[in-house]
């Protein structure tokens, strides 16, 4: 298994545009972080990592993962190279594992990049480092979730079977329905249930998320004191996510598998 993951990783080399698009994965932080000093109330950590995770996460993450799963998962079609995988013989199976594993390992570092560079930035601006053990297992639980809520929208990228036109056109509006959930009443003032807030993996994260970050003071305080009502525990938000991982993934393994080669 661990070869077929090494072996997509190689892939790099033959694909400037999936370098760019991982190269910007690490540098957008960076810039998110430099952007939020400049805006009002900036000069606190938990909103300076939280200005990183929102647009950083869940409107560059999301997007690139699914992006990049079109060159993935169809690299040996366009080069006609997956009879030649299937008589070494190499399951399907194991093949999208390993693509999936591939952007497992993406999501993690982005998701950690994101974390540092906001430590950093945070430093050099003289701001308290707060609870960081505990940001940073959060950006690594973050890393995992965000691959969680990009394989649905990988799942109909697979399932259509198109060129990159479509995929980006599916991407963005699935990228786009998440991010203006999570800022509405409906996704995010909703009880764990068969609801938008809870079938949606970013207004869910969201709600997990937003319970490790301070209170603050005036119409800040009074939003999250509105918002307690609603937050999804670890477990529930882990537990949530693997099912829909686990769905994606049997879902794009089936359809692998009945790809005429």
Same mark, same amino acid.
């Given at each position: 298994?661990?070869?077929?993951?090494?072996?997509?990783?190689? =892939?790099?080399?033959?694909?400037?545009?999936?370098?760019?698009? &991982?190269?910007?994965?690490?540098?957008?932080? *960076?810039?998110?972080?430099?952007?939020?000093?400049?805006? %009002?109330?900036?000069?606190?950590?938990?909103?300076?990592?939280?200005?990183?995770?929102?647009?950083?996460?869940?409107?560059?993450?999301?997007?690139?993962?699914?992006?990049?799963?079109?060159?993935?998962?169809?690299?040996?079609?366009?080069?006609?190279?997956?009879? +030649?995988?299937?008589?070494?013989?190499?399951? =399907?199976?194991?093949?999208?594992?390993? =693509?999936?594993?591939?952007?497992?390992?993406?999501?993690?570092?982005?998701?950690?990049?994101?974390?540092?560079?906001?430590?950093?930035?945070? =430093?050099?601006?003289?701001?308290?480092?707060?609870?960081?053990?505990?940001?940073?297992?959060?950006?690594?639980?973050?890393?995992?979730?965000?691959?969680? *809520?990009?394989?649905?929208?990988?799942?109909?990228?697979?399932?259509?079977?198109?060129? +990159?036109?479509?995929?980006?056109?599916?991407?963005?509006?699935? &990228?786009?329905?998440?991010?203006?959930?999570?800022?509405?009443?409906?996704?995010?003032?909703? *009880?764990?249930?068969?609801?938008?807030?809870?079938?949606?993996?970013?207004?869910?994260?969201?709600?997990?998320?937003?319970?490790?970050?301070?209170?603050? &003071?005036?119409?800040?305080?009074?939003?999250?004191?509105?918002?307690? %009502?609603?937050?999804?525990?670890?477990?529930?938000?882990?537990?949530?996510?693997?099912?829909?991982?686990?769905?994606?993934?049997?879902?794009?393994?089936?359809?692998?598998?009945?790809?005429?080669?």
């Amino acid at each position: 298994m661990h070869n077929l993951i090494l072996c997509e990783f190689r =892939k790099f080399k033959r694909r400037p545009m999936f370098l760019l698009a &991982t190269l910007a994965a690490f540098v957008f932080p *960076a810039l998110t972080a430099l952007m939020y000093w400049k805006t %009002p109330g900036g000069q606190d950590y938990d909103n300076l990592f939280s200005g990183v995770v929102d647009p950083g996460d869940y409107l560059l993450l999301l997007p690139v993962l699914a992006v990049l799963s079109t060159t993935l998962f169809f690299t040996e079609q366009d080069s006609d190279t997956l009879k +030649n995988l299937m008589t070494i013989p190499v399951s =399907k199976g194991k093949l999208v594992l390993a =693509k999936i594993s591939v952007m497992a390992v993406i999501s993690v570092v982005y998701s950690v990049a994101g974390f540092l560079a906001s430590a950093v930035c945070a =430093k050099l601006l003289g701001m308290a480092l707060i609870n960081m053990e505990q940001k940073f297992i959060i950006s690594l639980l973050l890393g995992l979730m965000m691959l969680a *809520a990009a394989l649905p929208c990988v799942v109909l990228v697979v399932w259509f079977n198109k060129n +990159n036109l479509i995929s980006i056109v599916i991407t963005l509006f699935y &990228t786009i329905i998440n991010y203006v959930f999570h800022l509405t009443d409906l996704g995010m003032k909703s *009880a764990v249930g068969f609801n938008i807030g809870t079938i949606l993996p970013i207004p869910l994260i969201q709600k997990w998320i937003f319970q490790f970050y301070r209170p603050g &003071t005036g119409a800040s305080a009074v939003f999250y004191e509105s918002m307690r %009502p609603y937050f999804v525990s670890t477990p529930v938000c882990i537990g949530i996510l693997a099912v829909l991982s686990g769905i994606s993934a049997a879902l794009m393994i089936r359809i692998y598998n009945r790809r005429e080669l």
